[in-house]
T-cell receptor, first 114, second 115 residues
Framework: AQSVAQPEDQVNVAEGNPLTVKCTYS??????LFWYVQYPNRGLQFLLK??????LVKGSYGFEAEFNKSQTSFHLKKPSALVSDSALYFC????????????FGSGTRLQVQP | DARVTQTPRHKVTEMGQEVTMRCQPI?????VFWYRQTMMQGLELLAY????????DSGMPKDRFSAEMPDATLATLKIQPSEPRDSAVYFC?????????????FGSGTQLSVL
């Protein structure tokens, strides 16, 4: 079975400050890890993914994520938050065997204050 | 820009009625997913198809839900009979699920309210 944990329901950060949204995962085999963002009344949008290679993955809108195999984590980061980054963020995982569909975390609401 | 189109955007119905949700995946994508989003359960996978063949529908209540892809441009999700607990936002997503280009494109969802 595969699973994702996002331990924070909400993260608050001031504009211009760095942000981190946490994600840990459990999966059989090699992990394929993703971050998606959801704005109100919209579907999810792809931000970035880790398949293999460098542990630091760069994605859209200045976001990046750090893969840590020993801690089974894939935290989303951004050096300087914008008010427009306020949204719901989902981490997702699938393994390279068995079920190929993504399993999503419960989501973390990011609130960036001006 | 290519996008996944879902209809209807909103549906209000009464318990016991049939509900049909439609999805037009992005042309060329060979995999289609149906997810359901609720406050309590988050995003749950209901079913997915590859090359129009169902690969996994284990997340779907079989007695009332059915999912089909009659052709490559249309995926449908039906609920019959509907129940209040089915109230949720239903998302369709399509993609090329393997390789370097792997990512999903989501539609805007169908918000279903069963009274």
């Amino acid at each position: 079975a595969q699973s994702v944990a996002q331990p924070e329901d909400q993260v608050n950060v001031a504009e211009g400050n760095p942000l981190t949204v946490k994600c840990t995962y459990s999966v059989s085999g090699n992990p394929y890890l993703f971050w998606y963002v959801q704005y109100p009344n919209r579907g999810l949008q792809f931000l970035l993914k880790y398949i293999t290679g460098d542990n630091l993955v760069k994605g859209s809108y200045g976001f990046e994520a750090e893969f840590n195999k020993s801690q089974t984590s894939f935290h989303l980061k951004k050096p300087s938050a914008l008010v427009s980054d306020s949204a719901l963020y989902f981490c997702a995982v699938r393994g390279d065997t068995g079920r190929r569909a993504l399993t999503f975390g419960s989501g973390t609401r990011l609130q960036v204050q001006p | 820009d290519a996008r996944v189109t879902q209809t209807p955007r909103h549906k209000v119905t009464e318990m016991g009625q049939e509900v049909t949700m439609r999805c037009q995946p992005i042309l060329g994508h060979n995999t289609v997913f149906w997810y359901r989003q609720t406050m309590m359960q988050g995003l749950e996978l209901l079913a997915y198809f590859r090359n129009r063949a169902p690969l996994d529908d284990s997340g779907m209540p079989k007695d009332r839900f059915s999912a089909e892809m009659p052709d490559a441009t249309l995926a449908t999700l039906k609920i019959q009979p509907s129940e209040p607990r089915d109230s949720a936002v239903y998302f369709c997503a399509s993609g090329q699920p393997t390789g370097r280009r792997e990512k999903l494109f989501f539609g805007s969802g169908t918000q279903l309210s069963v009274l």
